[in-house]
């Protein structure tokens, strides 16, 4: 299966696991909640997944790489206890608790959860000394004489052998009380991730036109050359910053993270066409509606990678823009719910309470920045979500400045001043929807006189459609060109796939 139908398969096992009957008690009993075992090759995104899965689910994750462990740190250490049995004292052998089953508990102080998810990493890779322990793990949810605490759910990953020749094979018994997961590279799925988690578009181009380069792991005389999928994420991230720091990446750093030559190379060299094309189309200036002439007779004479990579950037130009939007908007909507709560603390307010609004809006944000805190240990913050909330910290922080700038210490006066700061953040929000807006269209108006209805508008409606940061904003905001071209874009496939259908009904009856 595709890392995508595994993700739906761990959230979905998490809530019928924590389901829980009439009497409270877990409705599938601990003993029948068999842990899930997945398996694929490295950097295809298993943690990645696991991270999603517990945010979205809403528990604690605790996520462990075994091979770092030995025997002790996973089981814990002997130690002698006194007991007393029948007429006899005796000397008995026990253990301290487990580290990993200690980081569980941690956890759940730590975040006040009491359900999660525990995760070990290439499980089937430990030391020879470790393997049983896997096996106890896998077979009874427990680490030495300690049992992973009710209400956690245990998934497992790792690695087949042609990966890794340190791998263990599992027997029938360990496998019988397991749910084993088999996952494959899928660039299209990847893609779909790719796109909510901002991965650089010179990647996303480059990938559309090599699919065949996004995952390859190749052993031959001269040792393992590989791509992952964690490789391009990783890739991704230092491109941005390289970006925002004006350095340039060279192809001797992206084989720090391709590595494999050729590909590394092949990608340096379009990554170097990428930003020329940038710079040479005036991707700015187009989305500016200020198109340079040369550039459509151009295009006239331009391959088709190469008008593949300006929609590409065009693309990426209008979804820095309408990510921009998004989170303005979000953090306007959060600063507005939290000023109608300051209002009404502020009218219930004893009036012989000195600097009583100064007090109780300090109170109020120092609140929200720990309430920010406690969901980031947790894991329940997706990296947009934290950005909101840390941007909204900031406005608030600021709005608290101002209070004691101004010493508002009455209830109307206080509450007109924070008024008068939400109001610059709104206009801020409404400059930030209509610069989105206003390129939009004159993205619209290039690609209508560059290309008119051919492949690169496909390209250009559909990637508009699947990318969450354009489809949430033109779906709040509107566009009747992008309506207009989906909707003759949709008629199209359909007649396509019906011509199709005919297509094959009439081979069926010409061969009977």
């Known amino acids: 299966m595709n890392i995508k139908r595994a993700k739906e398969e761990i959230e979905h096992t998490v809530k019928a696991y924590l389901a829980k009957d009439t009497m409270g008690e877990y409705a599938i009993p601990s003993i029948r909640q068999r842990p899930i ?3 694929g090759p490295p950097g ?4 990645q997944i696991m991270e999603q899965a517990a945010r979205e ?14 025997r002790q740190s996973a089981v814990g250490l002997p130690f ?28 759940m102080e730590a975040t006040g959860l009491k359900e999660g998810i525990l ?3 290439e499980i089937n890779c430990v030391s020879e000394t470790l393997a049983p322990t896997m096996l106890q793990f896998l077979q009874c949810k427990t680490f ?17 052998p042609e990966y890794n020749k340190s791998v263990r094979d599992f027997d029938i018994v360990t496998l019988d009380r397991v749910r084993r997961m088999d996952i494959e590279p899928d660039l299209q799925v990847w893609k779909d991730y790719a796109r909510t988690a901002h991965i650089h578009s010179a990647i996303l181009s480059y990938l559309d036109l090599h699919p065949q380069n996004f995952y390859q792991i190749n052993a031959d005389v001269d040792g393992t050359q590989f791509v992952t999928a964690r490789g391009w994420e990783d890739l991704s991230n230092l491109l941005d910053t390289y970006e925002s720091l004006g350095l340039q990446a060279d192809e001797a750093l992206i084989r720090q993270y391709l590595q494999h030559q050729k590909i590394a190379e092949d990608f340096s060299a379009y990554l170097d066409l990428y930003y020329k094309y940038r710079d040479d189309y005036g991707v700015e200036e187009i989305l500016a509606g200020q198109v340079k002439p040369a550039v459509y007779a151009r295009l006239l004479n331009a391959p088709f990678d190469e008008r593949l990579s300006l929609v590409s950037l065009i693309l990426s130009g ?14 306007a909507d959060a600063c507005y719910a939290f000023l109608r709560e300051a209002k009404q603390g502020f009218s219930t307010l004893p009036a012989d309470i000195p600097d009583g609004e100064l007090t109780l809006f300090a109170q109020m944000v120092t609140d929200y920045d720990a309430e920010t805190q406690r969901q980031r240990a947790a894991g329940l913050l997706s990296h947009d979500a934290l950005n909101t909330r840390l941007q909204v910290y900031a406005a608030l922080r600021s709005w608290d400045a101002e209070l004691r700038r101004a010493n508002a210490v009455s209830t109307q006066p206080a509450f007109d001043l924070l008024r008068t700061q939400f109001q610059s953040l709104a206009e801020a929000r409404d400059q930030a929807q209509e610069a989105a807006s206003a390129a939009l269209e004159a993205a619209f108006d290039f690609m209508e006189n560059a290309f008119a209805e051919s492949q690169e508008m496909v390209v250009f409606v559909t990637e508009l459609t699947l990318n969450p940061a354009s489809h949430a904003f033109i779906t709040e905001n509107g566009c009747d060109r992008y309506f207009r071209y989906n909707k003759d874009l949709l008629l199209d496939h359909r007649k396509a796939a019906l011509q199709q259908e005919l297509a094959a009904e009439a081979r069926r009856h010409g061969g009977q």
């Open 144 to 160: 030495g004489n300690q049992a992973v605490p009710a209400g956690w759910v245990i998934v497992a990953a790792g690695n087949p």
């Open 80 to 107: 002698i206890r006194q007991r007393h049995y029948g007429d006899k004292d005796v000397s008995v052998t026990e253990y301290t608790m487990s580290e990993i089953i200690s980081s569980v508990y941690a956890k």
């Open 37 to 39: 075992l997945l398996m």
């Open 119 to 121: 995760f070990i990493d």
């Open 318 to 331: 209008l979804n820095t823009r309408f990510t921009a939007s998004r989170q303005a908007d979000a953090v």
């Open 44 to 47: 295809i995104g298993k943690t």
């Open 57 to 70: 689910c809403g528990v604690a994750l605790v996520a462990y790489t075994i091979t770092h462990h030995t």
